[in-house]
């Protein structure tokens, strides 16, 4: 079967790198990239690219069923910092976007296998907080969390009932020099390079100790079409998969870019962020992917903090 892939969210920090991978595998005119707003033009260029709202299901299954989509990658989502500040408008989005796909999915024979993102969010401060068991106590505190584990569980609610294939990654803080921020609780890890290399000076919103796991963009990538190739016999989870990562906290960051900056300077002020932080997990263990599907971490902090930088520095013309 060619594959004819969609992408929900590509405007985004992952559905940006995602699209451009997946279309060097499958050829641009394969990989159609869908945004409420307008993406990157290596996006937009690059191969089909159309303005589509996943809140709307009647133009949703349109497009699939107009385009013979077989695999979706739903990728949009209200993240843990913004949707604190609207919980209701928050779950709304993020829980219906996803019934919208899960019901496509079964009702188009097209769509064989769907990606959904779930988040190291789904856990709380009843959970085990070093080396994270792949199934331990779950008792998310914010918004966010609690509609990933309401998705996992709706994901293996329709694995079970109807047969779909519905993968998921768990996926870590991640880190990713081609978009900005964008209202994470670990979003402080791309800021400081931003602000690093333009200003020599950070602000954080996390306090200098608080260990979360993170992951540089490429690995998650890799992870996640790892995950989508993988035969499905090899599949044992259908709620989402833990990855590990790499273990820091900001005052590891703060080393790492003094050994490229060595004038930079970072402050802390904790705000609400802070709070969220530590009802998540310091380490994950993520044995269960790497034995399901060979998911490994190829970037440390050094290797990632040297490719940020040149990547930064490209991008401003400097």
């Known amino acids: ?62 497009f699939v069923i107009q385009n013979k989509i077989t695999q979706i990658y739903h990728l949009a989502a209200v993240l843990s910092g913004n949707a604190e500040k609207f919980p209701t408008q928050a779950w709304r ?29 789904v856990f709380g401060p009843t959970t ?26 709706w994901c293996a609610y329709f694995n079970k009932k109807h047969d779909l294939d519905i993968r998921s990654i768990r996926y870590p803080g991640l880190i990713s020099y081609k978009t900005e921020a964008g209202g994470g609780t670990t979003d402080y890890a791309v800021e400081v390079y931003f602000k690093a290399n333009k200003n020599k000076r950070y602000e954080c919103f996390i306090s200098e100790n608080t260990k979360m796991p993170f992951l540089f963009m490429p690995d998650a990538i890799d992870a ?13 989870i259908h709620s989402g998969y833990n ?35 530590r009802t998540w997990p310091e380490s994950i263990d993520g044995s269960t992917a790497t034995k399901d599907w060979g998911f490994e971490v190829k970037y ?13 520095r490209k991008k401003y013309g400097e």
């Open 1 to 62: 079967m060619k594959e004819k892939i969609m992408i929900i969210g590509a405007a985004g920090q992952i559905g940006s790198e995602l699209t451009v991978a997946l279309r060097e595998i499958y050829g641009s005119r394969r990989v159609f990239a869908t945004d409420i707003k307008q993406a990157s033009p290596e996006v937009m260029d690059g191969g089909p690219f159309q303005i589509l709202d996943v809140m709307n299901d009647k133009m949703l299954i349109h």
């Open 93 to 121: 989005i993020n829980m219906e976007s996803l019934m919208n796909i899960l019901e496509v999915a079964r009702m188009v024979e097209t769509v064989h296998r769907v990606f959904w993102p779930s988040s190291i969010a």
């Open 128 to 153: 085990p907080h070093k080396n994270t068991p792949q199934l331990t106590v779950m008792e998310p505190t914010t918004v966010y969390g609690i509609s990933k584990l309401a998705g996992e569980r």
């Open 224 to 236: 996640t079409i790892k995950l989508m190739q993988a035969d499905r016999k090899y599949i044992s």
């Open 243 to 277: 990855i590990g990562g790499l273990t820091l906290a900001p005052i590891d960051f703060y080393h790492e870019i003094k050994r490229v900056i060595p004038e930079f300077e970072m402050t802390y002020k904790p705000d609400f962020r802070e709070d969220i932080a």
């Open 300 to 312: 440390d902090l050094t290797a990632m903090t040297d490719i940020m930088f040149e990547e930064i």
